[in-house]
Structure formats: structure tokens, C-alpha cells
């Protein structure tokens, strides 16, 4: 059983939880401590417990602790990628490149251990020295979500630590062992006891003790706009600091003058790569009028050569849908798309011939011509379905690109230099990408969305340690 880990210790629970392949739902992957109410309870004391020697650990000490953890991750990659695959449902390569980045991510947060810094600027009176300190906030309480298992646990973690904080971690119950691997290397590493608490199990349950937990000061939450929105309104009553990164609807616009093949390749990844469960993927390719048709026909040639099946096959390019909930919302919208615009053009059902019998497979499928008011234009699918949209001309592509609440991320694909400027300066979106696809984020950088997709401020890169500490300023006459 992989158990939860408070106060330093491994803590079985009475009850457990399955974590199951989706690729083939026969092979249990791991039995899961289920968590309760008063284990978060006892994760945020520890928590609280563990905070004033942790914070007072110089920078460059606790960073080298994340450092020693990344070196530990190294060690076990190939099992910890394959673990990945087999409870999330990604292509091994994908999960490759996940742990890859989370392991990257450690390093480079563990960096900033030996920077954290703070301002110091010239006062207006004689013989004052002023300057402010960065300073953690507390306990910060970090909920995640399944499709990105290890690479959001780290990015949320790794700058939480770094800068002082100690955490409780609630992982996504779809997808909690990738999480808890991390956790298991900060252990080995040697983290002080209370300074990391990871509790799994129920989201509705843990989330309300998590929230309320006395000790807590700040929350990150990754996941859906609904669950969000729930955190957010009890949060702020209790004036928490949150942070949110939620939901997105993610166009990518294909100009007449865009490098075509490129720009179907592009779709194509964006839309089905990692079976459309990125939040960052693309589901609405917005094409001008001249190359529509041209278009649309070389993106379902293309989706129908996409191999489906389970993700630690080599060849394989297309897992699984994460869990059945998540396969049937998948063909919930598939069957709103016929009745609002038509049979798709390729993909459309369920597979489960031979090998995927046992799993919650969807074909790829591309709906065409989609029109803006239609329901998968509008809400968030999260699978593997891709709606194509006809624009007059590059405003036409705008205006239909910015008119939906969601901001995460957006791409353009165009050879015109001013187009993309213009675009750049006018997408309503957090991440923007150009002759790219919309997915595909690096951690050096800010990461999250706009408008309804995201609220506080960002997280990675540099950003990431705004959220994660405040500053005390001094003034000092000598
Ligand atoms: P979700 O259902 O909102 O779950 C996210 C996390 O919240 C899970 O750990 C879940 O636990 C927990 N949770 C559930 N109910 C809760 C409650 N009442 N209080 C507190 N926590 C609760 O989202 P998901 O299905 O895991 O992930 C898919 C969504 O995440 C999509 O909307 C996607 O766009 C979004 N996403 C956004 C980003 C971004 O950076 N913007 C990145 C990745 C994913 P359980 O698993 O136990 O239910």
C-alpha cells in the first residue's frame, strides 16, 4: 500500500483506494492509504510544527535538498516515467518528458535557494539604508490534478519549499503515484520532518479540511473552473492567499499564409497528443476562409493515421481517456456535436477491439465546419476531439478566438510577421504561441492563463516565487 506521509512518517489509513491503468483497467497499478479529514488535519499541524526552523534554514541549504531529490528522481526515472504512463494513460515518451521536467524543475527552483531575491534601493534621506527582505508565507496547502501528475505536484512544490514554506499536498485521485514518488525522494533526501505532508483521497473531503485547516495561509489549486471557484469562495473568507489555474477552451488560428503542412502538424499535436488532456491543448483550429477545405481535409487525413492504444507500446501515439468519468463526459460532447453540427469527419466512438477492450479509448475525432455558438465550441471537452472553425479573414479569426470566457492558452500560424505581432498584442490569453503548438510549455518562464482560466498570480519562472513569499521591508538609519 503506498501510504500517506505526515510528520515525516508513512501513515496507512484504515480505508484505501484503487489506482487502476486506464489502458487496461484489469491491472491494479497501486492501493492508496485514503486519506480523512483528521490526517489533513495532522498534516497541516505538522506543517505548522515544522515551519519555524524550515523558514530560518538558509536558501541555499533547502535547496540543496531539492537538488538531492531531482538526483534521487534521476536514479529511478525510467520506472517513475513508466509508473506514469501505466496510471495516467500517456505514451511512455510523454511521460519521459514529464518526469524529465519535473526533475528539471526541482533543479531549477533548488537554484533559487541561493538567490530569493529581495530589493534594495537608494533612500531620499541621508544616511538611510533601505531594503526589503523576501520573506514564506506559512503553511501553503497544494491540490493537483491527474493529467499532469508529476510536472504540477513539482512546479507547485519546488518554489513553495525553496522559499521557506512547508506543505500539505493533496493529489488528484486519478493519478496520485507520481506525486507521491516525488515525495517519497524528498523524504530520502532527508527533508525535515513536518516540512512536506501528503494526505490522498476524496477532493470533496480533503479539499474542505484543507481549506479550513487553521494553520493554512495560502492555496494553490490546479483543476477544474467549477472546483476552482468552490476553493476561491471559501479561501477568501478566511482571507487565504490562492492562487488557481483552471480550465481552458484553446484556439489555434491558421492563416492562408501559414506554412501548411506545419500548421496541420501542429493542430493535429495540440488537439490529440496526450489523448487532448492538456490544458494547454487546442480545441478550436479558427481557419481562414481561402484554406478551409484544404485544411480541414489534410487534418482528418492526418488524425486518421494517429495510432490509438496503450501508451507503453513503442509506435503508440494516442492513449487512453484518464477514467471512465472522464471517457463518458468525452462521449457526452461527441454526441452533442452530431446533433448540433453533423457527423464528425473521422473518429467519433468508443474503441474496443482486441488489445482495448479493457480500456477508455476514444477515436480522435475532428467536427467540421463548427460554428461559435455550438456547444463544443464553447465549453471545455478535455479529450481527444478538435472542432474547426471558418474565419472571413485574420479579424474574423480574432474576434472568434477572443469571444469565450476561457484565456489559457492560443496560438497563431502564419508566415506574416505582422499578423503575429498583432495577435500577440490582442490574443486574450496567458500562454501564446506562434508556428507552434498551443501545448508544449518549458518552466523558465510565467505559466497560467487570463480571464476565467486563472486567478493570482502566475506560477514557474521567476513568478513563481511572488506567490510563494511576501516581502518585509526595513528601513535602517546608521
Ligand atoms: P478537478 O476535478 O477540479 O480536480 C483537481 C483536484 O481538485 C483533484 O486533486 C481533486 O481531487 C481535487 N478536488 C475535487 N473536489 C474538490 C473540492 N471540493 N475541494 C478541493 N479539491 C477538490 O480537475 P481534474 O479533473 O483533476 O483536472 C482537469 C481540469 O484541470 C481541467 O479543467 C483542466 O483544464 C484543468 N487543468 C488546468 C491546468 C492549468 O494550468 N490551467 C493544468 C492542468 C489541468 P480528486 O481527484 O480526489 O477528485
Redesign the pocket.
Given at each position: 500500500m503506498f501510504a500517506n506521509y505526515i510528520n515525516g512518517e508513512w501513515v496507512d489509513s484504515p480505508s484505501t483506494f484503487e489506482n487502476r491503468n486506464p489502458a487496461n483497467t484489469s491491472e491494479v497499478v497501486g492501493l492508496f492509504a485514503k486519506g480523512s479529514a483528521a490526517d489533513i488535519d495532522a498534516a497541516a499541524a505538522a506543517a505548522a510544527a515544522a515551519f519555524p526552523a524550515w523558514s530560518a534554514m538558509p536558501g541555499p541549504a533547502r535547496g540543496a535538498i531539492l537538488y538531492k531529490a531531482a538526483d534521487i528522481l534521476d536514479k529511478t526515472f525510467d520506472s517513475v516515467a513508466a509508473e506514469m504512463t501505466r496510471e495516467e494513460g500517456k505514451t511512455l515518451p510523454e511521460a519521459k518528458g514529464e518526469v524529465r521536467r519535473a526533475i528539471n524543475i526541482l533543479r531549477y527552483f533548488a537554484g533559487e535557494g541561493s538567490r530569493l531575491p529581495g530589493m534594495l534601493v537608494p533612500s531620499e534621506r541621508d544616511r538611510v539604508h533601505m531594503f526589503a527582505l523576501r520573506k514564506p508565507i506559512g503553511v501553503v496547502g497544494l491540490?493537483?490534478?491527474?493529467?499532469?501528475p508529476s510536472a504540477?505536484p513539482a512546479w507547485k512544490l519546488a518554489p513553495a519549499l525553496v522559499c521557506g514554506n512547508t506543505v500539505v499536498l493533496?493529489?488528484?485521485?486519478?493519478a496520485p503515484l507520481s506525486a507521491w514518488r516525488i515525495v517519497e525522494a524528498l523524504h530520502q533526501a532527508g527533508i525535515p520532518k513536518g516540512v512536506v505532508n501528503f494526505v490522498a483521497?476524496?477532493?470533496?473531503e480533503?479539499?474542505?479540511a484543507?481549506?479550513n485547516a487553521a494553520p493554512l495561509k495560502a492555496i494553490s489549486?490546479?483543476?477544474?473552473?467549477?472546483?476552482?471557484a468552490?476553493?476561491h469562495a471559501h479561501a477568501s473568507r478566511r482571507h487565504l492567499r490562492i492562487q488557481l489555474?483552471?480550465?481552458?477552451k484553446n484556439p489555434t488560428i491558421v492563416l492562408a499564409d501559414a506554412e501548411f503542412n506545419s500548421a496541420v502538424e501542429n493542430v493535429v499535436n495540440a488537439a490529440f497528443f496526450s489523448t487532448g488532456q492538456k490544458?494547454t491543448a487546442t480545441s478550436r483550429a479558427i481557419v481562414e476562409d481561402a484554406i478551409f477545405d484544404r485544411f480541414v481535409e489534410a487534418v482528418v487525413a492526418r488524425t486518421r493515421k494517429l495510432k490509438v492504444g496503450d501508451g507503453m507500446t513503442p509506435g503508440i501515439e494516442i492513449g487512453p481517456c484518464v477514467d471512465q468519468a472522464q471517457m463518458e463526459t468525452v462521449l457526452r460532447y461527441i454526441e452533442i456535436g452530431r446533433q448540433e453540427c453533423g457527423e464528425p469527419l473521422c473518429g467519433g466512438h468508443r474503441l474496443t477491439e482486441g488489445a482495448l477492450a479493457n480500456g477508455y479509448f476514444v477515436e480522435p475525432t475532428v467536427f467540421a465546419p463548427v460554428t461559435s455558438e455550438q456547444t463544443i465550441a464553447r465549453e471545455?471537452i478535455?479529450g481527444p476531439v478538435l472542432a474547426i472553425m471558418r474565419a472571413r479573414d485574420f479579424e474574423d479569426a480574432m474576434s472568434i478566438a477572443n469571444a469565450i470566457p476561457f484565456g489559457?492558452s492560443s496560438s497563431i500560424q502564419t508566415t506574416n510577421l505582422s499578423r503575429a505581432f498583432e495577435y500577440i498584442y490582442r490574443a486574450e490569453a496567458g500562454l501564446l504561441t506562434v508556428n507552434l503548438p498551443s501545448a508544449g510549455v518549458e518552466y523558465q518562464l510565467p505559466?497560467?492563463?487570463s480571464k476565467d482560466?486563472?486567478f493570482g498570480p502566475k506560477e514557474q519562472g521567476p513568478a513563481a516565487m511572488e506567490f510563494y513569499s511576501d516581502y518585509k521591508t526595513v528601513y535602517l538609519k546608521y
Open positions: 491540490i493537483t490534478p491527474w493529467n499532469f504540477i493533496k493529489p488528484a485521485s486519478a483521497g476524496s477532493g470533496s480533503l479539499g474542505a484543507l481549506v489549486f490546479t483543476g477544474s473552473c467549477e472546483i476552482g468552490w476553493l489555474e483552471m480550465g481552458g490544458c471545455e478535455f489559457l505559466f497560467g492563463g482560466s486563472s
